[in-house]
């Protein structure tokens, strides 16, 4: 485990924030991947003090890391309320990066991502990265949120040249001009460019990931270029 200390907080969107952390030492990162985070804490719930996170920051923001997470609105765990509690310069365990939701090394392939809400997480790991080292990719991103304000990182990432963004929101204001309702895998096949050689990766709460990857694999995407990053713990 590695040592880190809390550096800032900063709001994101409806209860969704980003907790900056300076580890002691330099964590050898690749965009997409999870640590397990430790916030030991009083009468902690069932749930526990340890959590998965994924890496929301790059590596090439140099000394330190980033997690996102959302708060429930309602029975939140023990976890998230000692973290979000937490005062700058607490220090905490991390353990060093693993997963393999990463980038492909050919840089030719087409990628599609699939963020279903804090799912955006890995993305915007991966996408930072690129920016920063001027890489390009095509990429076509499908992000839904069911309110506006918890489409976090959206002005960041429409930045991002080659980046086709598409917002799909629930209860979108009657203005918005964007893709509305759900997430859905038949609209984003026929949205899909490049059907035959795109990776498509799929991001967000557990059962949601589930749903994709089935039916992505019944509409006839070849499962080796299904790519999926469950996140348990949101119902
Ligand atoms: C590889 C990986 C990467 C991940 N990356 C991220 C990430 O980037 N960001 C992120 O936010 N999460 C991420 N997660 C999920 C994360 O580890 C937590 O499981 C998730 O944030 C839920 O946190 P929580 O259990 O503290 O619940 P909370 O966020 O406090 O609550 C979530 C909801 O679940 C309900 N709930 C769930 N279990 C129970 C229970 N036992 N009793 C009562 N209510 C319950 C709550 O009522 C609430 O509605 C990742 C998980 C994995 C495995």
């Known amino acids: 485990m ?5 550096d800032h907080v900063k709001h994101e969107g409806h209860n969704i924030y980003t907790f900056w952390f300076r580890p002691e030492k330099k964590i050898d990162q690749i965009a997409g991947q999870f640590i ?17 996170f994924t890496i929301s920051s790059s590596s090439t923001t140099k000394e330190l890391l980033s997690i996102t997470t959302k708060m429930a609105d309602k029975n939140g765990s023990s976890f998230k309320i000692a973290l979000r509690a ?15 939701f990463v980038l492909p090394k050919d840089d030719s392939i087409p990628l599609v991502f699939i963020a279903g809400g804090i799912g955006i997480t890995p993305f915007h790991s991966m996408i930072t990265y690129l920016k920063d080292k001027q890489e390009k990719r095509n990429i ?30 629930q209860n979108a204001p009657t203005n918005f001009k964007g893709q509305t309702g759900f997430l859905d ?3 984003i ?17 557990e059962p949601m990931v589930e ?25």
Request: proline share 5%.
């Open 2 to 6: 590695n040592e880190a200390i809390l």
């Open 36 to 52: 397990e985070v430790h916030v030991p804490h009083t009468n902690p719930d069932s749930r526990g003090i340890r959590r998965w």
């Open 86 to 100: 937490m005062a700058k310069g607490h220090k905490l365990k991390i353990s060093d990066p693993m997963g393999d």
């Open 140 to 169: 076509q991103l499908f992000y839904g949120a069911r309110e506006l304000d918890e489409l976090v990182f959206a002005n960041e990432l429409k930045q991002f040249e080659g980046l086709d963004f598409i917002p799909v929101i």
């Open 185 to 187: 895998s038949k609209k």
């Open 189 to 205: 096949l026929e949205q899909i460019k490049d059907k035959r050689n795109a990776r498509v990766y799929i991001s967000g709460p």
């Open 211 to 235: 749903k994709f990857k089935k039916e992505f694999e019944e509409l006839g995407i070849n499962k080796n270029n299904l790519v999926c990053d469950y996140f348990p713990g949101y119902n």
